[in-house]
């Protein structure tokens, strides 16, 4: 099936269309910076525009960097607090005049992990898939199935949320070298490990493409690989997502 599949993040929002039955691009990846402030009518209008400029007419699916829940946009941590209680599959449906299916950024980025990248030979057991760039996003799979809208990245880890303590962003804005940041991470598995014992980690988003310079700083007992899927992620996990939804509405 192909899909038009869209990552909207807080820079930029990117789209290509996906082969989802080998996790392919199929267009070239395009890139419009987020609007600023990234309302719900300036994003959806960016949408608009990415989804023109790939010259696509089908459904579209896209990974939103909120907790969402059908169909409505429930945080806003990272994100414009206008997006609380936006009926964002509604919107972008109704601006696109497609049908668009919206999910958790991390959720669509591990998906594509688990089907095309490193989570394929995770199929069994429990897999934590962490995102590590300007917070800590998860999606969490027991045996391959999804279980959606996990907030690990707010785990609270010395009196705060632990994306403020060691993520990307917490690195850049501390000025840590890589084997200070290693140390904090390790913390934080540390903690996820307790509570949740998985059977694997996987770590995705921006700092995992730099893991050799980390991972001999993390001591946890579970085995922590890197994604393969990297930046092509969150695009390729929302067209597979978007595929679920349609199969599940033919049946």
């Known amino acids: ?52 400029t790939i010259g696509y007419s089908g459904p579209v699916a896209c990974g939103f960097p909120a907790r969402v829940a059908h169909g409505i946009v ?6 414009d607090k ?13 601006k696109l005049g497609q049908k668009v299916f919206v999910a958790n ?6 998906l594509a992990e688990m089907q095309f990248g490193a989570g394929i030979k995770h199929k069994k057991g429990k897999v934590i898939f962490l995102t590590i760039g300007t917070g800590i996003g998860s999606a969490i799979f027991n045996d391959g199935v ?10 609270l880890l010395h009196g705060d949320s632990a994306e ?23 913390e934080y598995l540390s903690l996820i490990e307790f509570v949740l014992q998985p059977d694997v980690f ?8 730099k893991f050799e310079k980390f991972k001999d700083e993390l001591e946890v007992k579970t085995p922590v690989i890197a994604a393969v899927t990297l930046n092509l992620a969150g695009i390729i996990g929302a067209a597979c997502y978007g595929e679920t939804c349609l199969l599940k509405e033919q049946d």
């Open 202 to 209: 996987i770590l995705g988003g921006g700092a995992s493409k």
């Open 1 to 52: 099936m192909e899909i038009l599949g869209v990552d909207i993040g807080g820079t930029g929002i990117k789209g290509a269309i996906v082969d989802t039955k080998t996790g392919l691009l199929l267009t070239e990846r395009v890139r419009i910076k987020t609007p600023h402030p990234a309302t719900p009518e300036a994003v959806a209008q960016t949408l608009k525009e990415l989804v023109d």
């Open 74 to 79: 429930h945080t806003a941590a990272n994100i």
């Open 82 to 94: 206008s997006w609380i209680n936006t009926q964002v599959e509604e919107l972008f449906s109704q």
């Open 164 to 186: 403020r303590y060691c993520s990307e962003a917490a690195k850049e804005r501390e000025g840590l070298k890589w084997k200070q940041f290693g140390k904090r991470f390790n």
């Open 105 to 110: 950024d991390a959720d669509v980025a591990g």
């Open 146 to 155: 999804l279980y959606t809208n996990s907030e690990l990245g707010h785990v």
